[in-house]
């Protein structure tokens, strides 16, 4: 079973580009979670999906920022445009739908963003 | 809020050293419990998890208890080895992961 896919690995851009980072879950997993670790601090939620709905977003840092799950499947997050502050490693991660109890969410192996 | 605590790090150990890292939580519920685990240059991994009071999670030789009265989930591993050198993060689930800031562990032969 393939896990959890992100793309790009690295990214590297200027202050006030734009940047679309993608997410593969695994497949049959309902829920579809982002995430971001800033330099040296904890991780941070940023949103859920299930299926293709926003079930909570309150982790999003302002509306430079843009998640999409169209169809249910893989996700993108956009940031545009991007600030400094930005930078940090962007983790995605997906779950089984909560009815099946299988609660664990498994991580993909992040994007590293460079904002310079 | 709910909140997670971790000992800050690096914690450095030779090899076969015992190992305990500290992770306490303040939650409103009852939430679920993991250990993550991150080695140089890969993702996250889930190590271990324990689903309710009293529960152990165990993996790889490493054990957590989840300890309701004192709020607490540290992780312990009896001998540790220089494969073992990563980043472990304590987490705590309440729909979304909540997670503290990381124990960084270096393990020298």
């Known amino acids: 079973e393939a896990g959890v896919t992100q793309f790009p690995s690295h990214s590297v851009i200027e202050k006030g580009q734009t940047v679309t980072l993608r997410c593969d879950p695994i497949?049959?997993?309902?829920?579809l979670y982002w995430y971001r670790r800033v330099m040296g601090k904890e991780i941070k939620f940023l949103l859920h999906f299930v299926k293709e709905s926003k079930q909570d977003e309150s982790g999003m840092p302002n509306n430079r920022f843009l998640a999409e799950r169209t169809g249910g499947t893989y996700s993108t997050l956009k940031v545009q445009p991007a600030e400094l502050e930005d930078s940090g490693v962007y983790f995605c991660?997906?779950?089984?739908?909560?009815?099946?109890?299988?609660?664990?969410?498994?991580f993909g192996p992040g994007t590293r963003l460079t904002v310079t | 809020g709910d909140s997670v605590t971790q000992m800050e790090g690096p914690v450095t150990l030779s090899e076969e050293a015992f190992l305990t890292i500290n992770c306490t939580y303040t939650?409103?519920?009852?939430?679920?419990l993991f250990w993550y685990v991150q080695y140089p240059g890969e993702g996250l991994q889930l190590l271990l998890k324990a689903t309710k009071a009293d529960d152990k999670g165990s993996n790889k030789g490493f054990e957590a208890t989840y300890r309701k009265e004192t709020t607490s989930f540290h992780l312990e591993k009896g001998s540790v080895q220089v494969s073992d050198s990563a980043v472990y993060f304590c987490?705590?689930?309440?729909?979304?992961?909540?997670f503290g800031t990381g124990t960084r562990l270096q393990v020298f032969p």
């Open positions: 987490a705590l689930n309440t729909d979304k992961l909540i």
């Open positions: 497949s049959g997993h309902d829920n």
């Open positions: 991660a997906s779950s089984q739908d909560v009815a099946s109890g299988r609660i664990e969410q498994y």
């Open positions: 939650a409103t519920g009852y939430p679920s």
